[in-house]
């Protein structure tokens, strides 16, 4: 490296002030990136990554200040500069790549014109008069197919990769010396996440650019970096370069870090800080909650409970547990969209292109499966190929265009999606969803949230019995029963995502269908809610159907697993054949998408 | 775009056919006879029935209806009891009367308003925030009357600057010839500057009058929807890639935070054209709002229901107008319809 960093952070500190007094979102940080390097801060939300990554551009809240510390890029003084020499700086000599790259784009300006601003801030006037040609030369360069075509595009006729790239050609389009990337590919496909990644790679490599790219994934860290930096709680805790952090991690927080990443050859359990495994699976809260269901709550938790292993590892195979019936039978569902719907024909009348589509748009088109009782099945596939319409249809809250449902035995398939919500079978059906936050009514209270399906569907009546049934779906799930009464603003995200799955086992479903459960979740987190969904599997004998574009998640959780791709089913088998012997080409393709560390940790 | 309005139009029929229906039997089911008070209270019971019969009010309720539906279609809103002319006249001469003030006054509301509110929004808790929180607080909790008559009083009985609060024209002039029935225009194209700053002077006190009732909802809505889009991740990245900050306001911020202001303008305008009867009277302004009260008190069928009518075309064709408008900022809604 050389003597002089590009960006030297020295004993920086962060304040907010809030209504709470002063908050020091980031203390005594030190980072330092050279010309040329790629470095990454790695922690989980509210780490101060991306905190110190707003002091460095100074484009923090009103409410934030550096309070302490200096921030040199290449001899200026960024705590010191005035705000034009700031702005001066900013998108010309630093630039940055922001999270949900659909929010980060003004969504009613053509994306050519948004480019075009940017070069007309910082470009010298003699080269004014082709403006247009070089921002269509910076979609150029982020590879984006027909850039003359996309110069006139607004954000929402994107697609959330192709936004992605033209929030790039805006960072790059005056060739910064520094890029911040912070979460780039967060909430992207994995193959879109490879093709965004390999793309800032190329273009800052053949730039000789410095990157600092910010994330909570340890492996996509590894794989594109080559320093790292561990932060916890606004304070870097290990700094070290790519390919030793992951042989040999220091400290605590990061082996933690790591242990949690869920990656090849590891079960759920090994996913929990030694300590805690002990404890998550401890006799006490286990025999408390099987004593209860043994004790009348319906025959068949005890039942399943006798033939589940007590420590309960992602089944091996799933073969012999379909005896008999399975518990959900698809077959040949079809769902179709109009595409010439009346929103259409108004787009039409306002829009410039024509249709080139077919009439109908199919989602989901004639795939067929089923779940045995008691097994969980992961249905795998990116964005728009139909995974989350197919879980909807079962859950009636769509009506299939053609196909079977079968759900334990009946034809749930001709049933209106507004007349279930009423019958006997909804209660046999549950859904966790992505969002923890979003999917709970903000003016709930976790205790109420988790009531809610039993005062629609359930039998228990009574402010007491429904009182404690709250209480013991909560020791259930690992809630503390002060947490009850809070609402969902005053729990933290995995208590949320408990509160959620209280929610949907509360009136002792059959099928579980988790949307995508711990996406928004920082992999700790996910961890102990994996490990948690899986206890209580096994415990109450439920099915799940998983719904994930997480191939690592998937593998830990399902005992098999669907890819799904454009609607139909493209490979299907157990979790660790299809994972570790895939036989389409696209399954490949999704699994060498995913970023991997250098090394396996232990 | 054409086929569009005209779908849009089409979709309105149907409410236009019910605004029919309910005014007709709204204006029937309202006490007080007509005939009684037309005949005046000397008459003579045989006086009043003849009147009944001459005015169609002994036919049952379906055959009025239908006389009335038909005199519509063609183009008759019938005529005002009290004062024989036909509604359709009044209306055509009061309306412009009135969308005239309710324009100037939203035109000067909008220039304060919006600039306050964008001020106040980047710059929270500075005393621009609270000059605007202060000024809209005053504005819309004293009533209309009252900001009415306390302009009088100043700028005529006190100062004198302002001519007698006596309608739209000075008596010595005379009205310009019609062409949009707006003085302030009309004077234009007749090249009659007198007149014209007549007109002006007459408009400039019930105009600020409701100025300064509008500017609330305008400069409320305008702050918060500024604060919440400068709060979003675009303008964070505008500001990232160093855009001066004038086009991060105008340019990013401010277009995105339109849209909830338009629909507050729409919703103002709408309301003050029918409701700022108030004004009119403190100014006697010959406004549609007071014809229709004063028809209303004196159960005067036909203006009422023509008054209604024009309300609902007008409500109609302004909210086509907003879409448009919708259409033209953001280009979402050009898809979605």
Known sequence: MTAQPLLDVQD???????????????????????KGETLAIVGESGSGKSVTSYAVMRILDRAGKIAEGSVMFSGIDVKAATEDQMRDLRGREVSMIFQNPRAAL???????????????????????????????????????????ERYHAYPFELSG???????????????PQLLIADEPTTGLDVTTQKAVMDLIVELTKRRAMSTILITHDLGLAAAYCDRVVVMEKGRVVETAKAADIFANPQHPYTKKLMRATPRLGVSLRDLLPEEETVSFASPRVRGEADAQSAAGEGGSPSTVLAESPPHPDPLPA?????KGKPLLLIEKLVKEYPRQGATATLGKLFGRKPPVEPDVFRAVDGISFSIGHGESVGLVGESGCGKSTTSMMVMRLLDQTSGLIQFDGEDIGGIQPAAFARLPQRSRIQ?????????????????????????QLGDIKGRDALRARCEELATMVGLPHNLLDRFPHQLSGGQKARVG???????HPKLVILDEPTAALDVSVQAVVLNLLQDLKARLGMSYLFVSHDLNVVRLLCDRVIVMRTGRIVEEGSSEKVLSDPQDDYTKELLTAIPHPPLPVH | MLT?????????????IGVVIVTFLLTRALPGDPAAYFAGPAATKEAVEQIRKKLGLDRPLIEQFFRYTNDLAHGDFGNSLTTGQPVAAEIRNRLPASAELTLLGLIVSVVIAIPLGVLAATRPGSWVDHLCRVTTTAGVSL????????????FYFRLGWSPAPLGRLDVFYSAPPTVTGFYLIDTLIARDFEAFRSALSQLILPATTLAIFSLAPIARMTRASMLAVLASEFVRTARASGLSPATVIVTYAFRNAMLPVITTLSMVFSFLLGANVLVEKVFAWPGIGSYAVEALISSDFAPVQGFVLTMAVMYVLLNLVIDILYGVIDPRVRLEG
């Open chain 1, 318 to 322: 799933s073969g012999e547990r379909e």
């Open chain 1, 501 to 507: 799955i209280a929610r949907a086992i509360a009136l």
């Open chain 1, 12 to 34: 920086l500190t962060v304040e907010f002030t809030t209504r709470r007094g002063i908050v020091q979102a980031v203390q005594h940080v030190n980072i330092s990136v050279a």
């Open chain 1, 431 to 455: 859904m966790v969803f992505q969002d923890p936050t979003d999917s709970l009514n903000p003016r709930f209270t976790a205790a109420r949230a988790i009531a809610d399906p039993i005062m």
């Open chain 1, 106 to 148: 003004n969504p009613i300006r053509k994306v050519g014109d948004q480019i075009e601003d940017v070069l007309r801030t910082h470009v010298q006037q003699a080269q004014v008069a082709d403006h247009g040609e070089k921002a269509i030369e910076a979609l150029e360069q982020v590879k984006i197919a027909r850039p003359r």
């Open chain 2, 143 to 154: 009533p209309v009357f009252f900001t009415g008559l306390v302009l009088v009083y100043v």
């Open chain 2, 4 to 16: 569009m309005i005209g779908k849009r139009l089409m979709f309105a029929i149907p409410s236009l």
């Open chain 1, 161 to 175: 990769g192709m936004c992605q790239r033209v929030v790039i050609a805006l960072a790059l389009a005056c060739n």
